[in-house]
């Protein structure tokens, strides 16, 4: 690989109380990121996107691929919350997919991981999976709990940057992916790698998106 | 003002058949299609370098002469040396301006070549790498004289402890502007790359101080080239455990490397806009050097374009020469670039 990737993974909860609106919005979201990071020369020739989904299990509907060559999936909405799938499929993409720095190679950027979620884990297993994320911290994560139900303890177990979007219009969804778009492309900018909250620099929020403190 | 120029994979400048366009069933199978255009434009940056809450806290800053691309040549008895920068396409498009900055050196019993990248995460970086490419200089010039009637033994210590001291100050001055300017510390954030060359009382000494990524390499005197120092960085691209000024950088400051003087025909110190595209330097050195040595016409592998310039070294045009050579495209590597190259003049070699 000659060319040095920022990835960025989008974890869509595609359970069935996402039903309707809400995995409508997210799909033209995730349509609307990618037309504004094939806008931005920097993610043209460094972004490359991964769309996972969760319910009963968790899917990888696209691999790693660069912007230009990404096209965003379907998404239909049914089943549980399988949690704990999801983590442990994005570890493995991790472990798979990700170029670290070696005295041979330039690794990619820090993966940028963007979770959206409206309830709570139905599954038993997200807890070591979070513990693992914790623990090797291997990307920068943001949680999003969407809607009201979202168990916003549960997305701070597996990161400290919780935004909450209480208003799952397709308004706040489109508002919420300006922002994912705007952090991918400010992210190739030089950080700190040491956990002193200089690690990531988010934009602001838009309105209707508030930190979790 | 706005200019928009065109990545040689625009489709005005490919032969590739559009989408649904005929193809001539007896042509060559096409090959896989260029990667799409990026679309790069370049601004002007609309406030002033030096930020007006800067202006009184570091005054002596207040007339940099600041240019999105400057090139140097400076030349002693022992050492030639060529510095060439220029702003990024990143910033370029962003209506930024270049956070790395550079300062050289050159007399006939010594050579300091510094190169400095502010974070792009932090809003004051390029007035931190500016400020520390001016304080590591300096301070290896005031500390030289004493140096020099030192005795001999002393002399890779003592320059290596001015390197560390000018990067030291630099924190300091960096600290005590950001209070007093109503800022943090961080806000000044950037790596330093520092080398120094002495040569008094029959002794040289070669000296290496580093605090982030960026580079050094030298190219030994049996073409072998080497990377004296790791540099800081992690598991990815773009991640510094320690910056100018954090808490702990007086650590790295520290942390001399002495080389052996008498075996190195050529060095280059360098921001990671050039490490980074060039990684890594062990297999990529070679070419690096020889490229600045001859000129060059060709392209490396991996890169899209490096456009044909004369040689750097032992040129009069030499400063114009690097600044060509800065203009090389790489997909993906859109970073400032700043590089210092010293070559050593024939017959200098030892002491």
């Keep these: 690989m000659s060319t040095r990737r920022l990835p960025v993974y989008i974890l869509a909860d595609t359970s069935g109380s996402m039903q309707g609106t809400p995995i409508e919005s997210v799909k033209a979201g995730i349509g609307q990121l990618h037309r504004d990071l094939m806008s931005d020369p920097q993610a043209i020739e460094s972004a490359y996107l991964s769309i996972i989904t969760f319910s009963d299990t968790a899917q990888q509907l696209v691999p790693l691929t660069e912007v230009s060559a990404f096209s965003p999936p379907d998404l239909y909405a049914r089943g549980q919350t399988n949690f704990g799938d999801a983590l442990r499929l994005l570890i493995d993409c991790f472990d798979t997919e990700i170029v670290r720095t070696t005295p041979e190679q330039k690794g990619d950027w820090r993966p940028l991981v963007f979770i959206l979620s409206d309830g709570a ?80 620099t988010l934009p602001p929020p838009p309105p209707g998106i508030t930190i979790v403190p | 003002m706005l200019r928009r120029f065109l990545s ?3 489709p005005g400048t490919t032969s590739v058949p559009a989408p649904g366009a005929d193809v001539d069933p007896s042509s060559p199978p096409a090959s896989t299609p260029p990667p799409v255009a990026a679309g790069w434009t370049e601004k002007e940056p609309e406030q002033p370098w030096l930020p007006e809450a800067l202006r009184e806290v570091m005054p002596s800053l207040a007339t940099h002469a600041y240019a999105h691309a400057d090139a140097v040549r400076a030349t002693g008895a022992a050492w030639e040396a060529t510095g060439a920068t220029r702003r990024g396409r990143v910033h370029a498009h962003a209506g930024d301006f270049r956070e790395d900055a550079m300062a050289v050196h050159v007399a ?49 210590a003592g320059l290596g402890a001015a390197l560390g001291d000018g990067v030291v100050r630099a924190a300091t001055t960096l600290r005590e502007a950001a209070t007093a300017a109503g800022g943090q510390s961080r806000d000044f954030r950037c790596t330093v790359v520092a080398l120094a060359w002495g040569r008094a009382q029959g002794r040289e000494a070669m000296v290496l101080v580093q605090v982030g990524d960026g580079i050094a390499a030298v190219r030994r005197t049996d073409g072998a080239v080497e990377r004296p120092a790791a540099g800081d960085s992690g598991d990815f691209s773009g991640e510094v455990t320690c910056f100018v000024p954090d808490d702990g950088c007086e650590g790295f400051a520290r942390r001399v490397v002495a080389l052996d003087a008498a075996t190195v025909d050529a060095v280059l110190v360098a921001t990671d806009g050039i490490e980074d595209p060039f990684y890594p330097i062990a297999r990529r050195g070679a070419d690096v050097f020889r490229q600045l040595a001859e000129g060059n016409d060709a392209t490396l592998d991996g890169f899209v374009r490096q456009p044909a310039h004369g040689p750097v070294v032992g040129h009069a045009d030499g400063a114009a020469h690097l600044a060509t050579w800065l203009g090389f495209e790489k997909r993906g590597e859109n970073d400032d670039r700043t590089i210092v190259v010293l070559a050593r003049r024939a017959g200098s070699a030892g002491s």
């Design chain 2, 8 to 10: 040689p994979h625009d």
């Design chain 2, 108 to 156: 006939d019993d010594l050579v300091v070549a510094v190169v400095s990248d502010g974070a792009g995460s932090a809003r004051w970086s390029r007035v931190g790498a500016e400020a520390t490419c001016r304080a590591v200089v300096d301070a290896a010039v005031a500390a030289w004289p004493a140096l020099a009637a030192a005795p001999g033994d002393a002399l890779d």
């Design chain 1, 121 to 200: 884990p139905t599954d038993a297993t997200w807890q070591q999976y979070a513990q693992t994320l914790a623990e090797r911290r291997p990307a920068n994560i943001i949680a999003v709990a969407c809607g009201d139900q979202a168990d916003v303890g549960v997305l701070k177990n597996v990161t400290e940057i919780v935004i909450q979007m209480r208003d799952m219009s397709p308004d706040a969804f489109r508002a919420f992916f300006k922002f994912v778009s705007a952090s991918v492309k400010q992210t190739s900018a030089k950080v700190g790698s040491v956990p002193d909250g200089g690690s990531i």
